[in-house]
């Protein structure tokens, strides 16, 4: 069983940056695929972004394309989400999912075919 830890997560002013971090506990996850998505009070979860195992292949969602960028460092075994210019509406919890399955360059956008969750890092923004 993999857990995800997700970190970096916290107050922030509308503008303000944030970098999240994704590892996993007691494994490597350099060979799984992995994405980020969040859940707003009162809404569905939302995809955001998604890396390749390899890394050379990346995905957006249009909502957060230009401010926020995935990125993986293999070696320290970590899955980054480096969020720029950040709203109001981006407020919500963030979590990071991995799957085990997905060839070397295939990203994986919906949810269902994520194997493991983290529990979720909280971003606020305030306007």
């Known amino acids: 069983q993999v857990q995800l830890v997700e970190s970096g997560g916290g107050l922030v002013q509308a503008g303000g940056s944030l970098r999240l971090s994704c590892a996993p506990s007691g494994r490597t996850f350099s060979r799984y695929a992995m994405g980020w998505f969040r859940q707003a009070p009162g809404k569905e979860r939302e995809f955001l972004a998604a890396?390749?195992?390899?890394?050379?292949?990346?995905y957006y969602a249009e909502s957060v394309k230009g401010r926020f960028t995935i990125s993986r460092d293999n070696a320290k075994n970590t899955v980054y989400l480096q969020l720029n210019s950040l709203k109001p509406e981006d407020t919500a919890v963030y979590y990071c999912a991995a799957d085990p399955i997905s060839g070397p360059t295939i990203v994986v956008v919906t949810a269902e075919a994520y194997d493991y969750w983290g529990q979720g890092t909280q971003v606020t923004v305030s306007s």
């Open positions: 890396i390749s195992w390899s890394g050379t292949s990346t």
